[in-house]
């Protein structure tokens, strides 16, 4: 098997012994002569060390064929002298790099902070593998491609082989640069723990509205609904890390590692910024409303610092919203077309440029409700998640876990399915004539952490406020005249 992690160059990997045997007895016994999966884990730059907590075979293809094959080179018909070790020697894998980089993917939006898609393993013979090397760092380069979004930081990954011919675990690390060669590859030290049992929890409640302006004119009025949003998350993100944090009450001032067993509760705390796009009202038609709650969830090793638990927090945030949005954005590319769209206001948000849709509505908001986040038990008391549309079940969870996760049915209950968040977000396209409000209220358009309120208020206040600032030199004025004149009527009186 072979598996790839990320971050730093890790000096030695660890991994889950109960779940790493049991995949390899699911091997041997299934007599299938390669297969293709995931690694699940994370990687420690502060440890210098890898940890695999599970092995997830990527599943056949919608053609019902497997992501990975064994391909003989040589015709043995042709040959009979040859014997059947010698021609084994000259095969080598074929694995459909593209499809296991959809499944890590999809299982990437599956996993809570700290928890990541960390490589790809292979179930081969030795010569097989040898003969693969460039195969293999092309599926791990694709899988690197398609999870980077969720996880900007990737810069390593690891590669581990499960050889049954003779049986042995090989693990390398590969950097993820430009062109990943064979050369990327450096083999290091792996052995089997206990991994699960000394994971720590640290939970967060995030609640976020922020708003953004919609152009008519210019470069944004030719983007579609996701650049928009994927804009505004690159902003989100950095506003991210420039929050502290408080730990079961008490601020986050230093690197040492969390003593204290049980659930940990994180808050943020933003500093006051002045959002430069609160102040750009030219040419603007209206304004995208993105809020709602978020149950974040991470798992930090317990030698790991704290602080390392308030990053994959922050890091949980922006994937648990991206992952949102690429749903979102799934169900669009797979079921709408211009003939379904017709007059269905979500649907064209998503089919056509998001301001060409809001001058096209002007009078009436557009509201698109986002999945919601359930948590789903995993291995030894650990969770992942998974994200219901409104039209959704919980059975929808359970086929996915099955499928994209190789969990078994026996093994997932609904009512162990926890809806940690029991009110949809929304996101709204509302018209500027309703949003819009003088330069006295146009700060709320910034991004808050932890404070709601509806556009609507915001709107209705900013212009009560505006209309109060601009009636008090009237007032003043009056008021002065008035005493002016009762002033002089007095001093004519006494003469």
Known sequence: MEIFLHQTMVKAVVGEEA???????RLSRSAIPAEVGLVIGKLSSVLDRGFVFDLIPTPSNDAGEPACSVLETRDDKKKPSKSKS?????????????????????????????????????????????????????????????????????DEALLIHICYSPRRWNCRTCLLNSSITSSSLRPCDFKLGRVLSSLQRFKCNYSFNFRLPIYSKGE????????????????????????????????????????TEGEHEIELLFPFMKDIRAEATKNVTGILHFGGSIYSYAYL????????????????????????????????????????????????????PISKSILNSSTKA?????????????????????YLQPFESLEVVK?????????????????????????????????????????????????????????????????????YASNVPMMVAIFVLLLSVILGFMLYRKD
């Open 86 to 154: 010698q021609s084994s020697e000259s095969s080598s894998l074929s694995i459909d790099s593209d499809w296991v980089a959809e499944h890590a993917r999809q299982v990437s939006r599956m996993l809570l902070g700290g928890v990541k898609v960390v490589g790809i393993y292979v179930w081969a013979s030795d010569s097989a593998f040898k003969n693969s090397t460039m195969i293999l760092c092309q599926a791990i380069k694709a899988v690197s491609d398609a999870i980077r979004h969720l996880d900007p930081a990737l």
């Open 399 to 467: 086929e996915r876990c099955m499928e994209l996760m190789s969990m078994e049915h026996s093994s997932l209950d609904t009512s162990k399915i926890s809806e940690v968040e029991t009110e949809t977000s929304l996101m709204v396209a509302e018209s500027m004539w309703d949003v819009i409000t003088p330069a006295s209220s146009a700060a709320s358009c910034r991004l808050e952490g932890n404070v709601e309120r509806t556009s609507r208020e915001d709107g209705n206040k900013g212009m009560d406020n505006a209309s």
């Open 366 to 386: 557009c509201h698109l409700p986002l999945p919601r986040r359930v948590l789903v038990p995993w291995l030894a008391g650990t969770h992942i998640c998974d």
């Open 220 to 259: 944004s009025s030719r983007q579609t609904f996701t650049e928009i949003l994927r804009q505004e998350l690159a902003v989100h993100e950095k506003e991210l890390k420039s929050a502290n944090a408080m730990i079961d009450g008490y601020l986050v001032h230093n690197d040492e590692p969390c003593n």
């Open 301 to 352: 090793n317990v030698k790991e610092p704290v602080s390392r638990a308030v990053a994959d927090i922050k890091a949980d945030i922006t994937r648990s919203l991206q992952s949102r949005l690429d749903i979102i954005c799934d169900e669009a590319e797979q079921d709408l077309n211009p003939t379904d769209v017709g007059d269905d206001e979500e649907a064209e948000i998503l089919t056509i």
């Open 19 to 25: 779940r790493l045997t049991s995949a390899e007895d």
